[in-house]
């Protein structure tokens, strides 16, 4: 079925950006919703960003918005999450996911199926 691989990661400067790309492959006609999460050492997986296929809506938590956006590339079957005034705390192992898309669902790793291997984000000095 779906797969999903992630990359774009690397060391950043703190203030610096960084923009990861999801290329998804094994689409059928139906919708999907592309998710960022994301996995700090010692910490829960947590939600990034969401958007749809089907309206390109969008989702931010209230931890990234206003400094990371997410886009689509439709004739690339790629999504991008785009990651500008980086802060060390955005330290974290960055994962995209897909889901048969859904108005009610929540972003939270539980609500998706499908997930790519990781992609490795650090902010230092």
């Known amino acids: 079925q779906l797969q999903l691989v992630e990359s774009g990661g690397g060391l950043v400067q703190p203030g610096g950006s960084l923009r990861l790309s999801c290329v998804v492959s094994g689409f059928t006609s139906d919708y999907y919703d592309i998710a960022w999460f994301r996995q700090a050492p010692g910490k829960e997986r947590e939600g990034v960003s969401r958007?749809?296929?089907?309206?390109?809506?969008?989702l931010y938590a209230d931890s990234v918005k206003g400094r990371f956006t997410v886009s689509r590339d439709n004739a690339k079957n790629t999504v991008y999450l785009q990651m500008n005034s980086l802060k060390p705390e955005d330290t974290a192992v960055y994962y995209c996911a897909a889901r048969r898309s859904s108005l009610l669902v929540s972003l939270i790793p539980v609500a998706y199926d499908y997930w790519g291997q990781g992609t490795q984000v650090t902010v230092s000095d």
């Open positions: 958007i749809r296929s089907s309206d390109g809506d969008t």
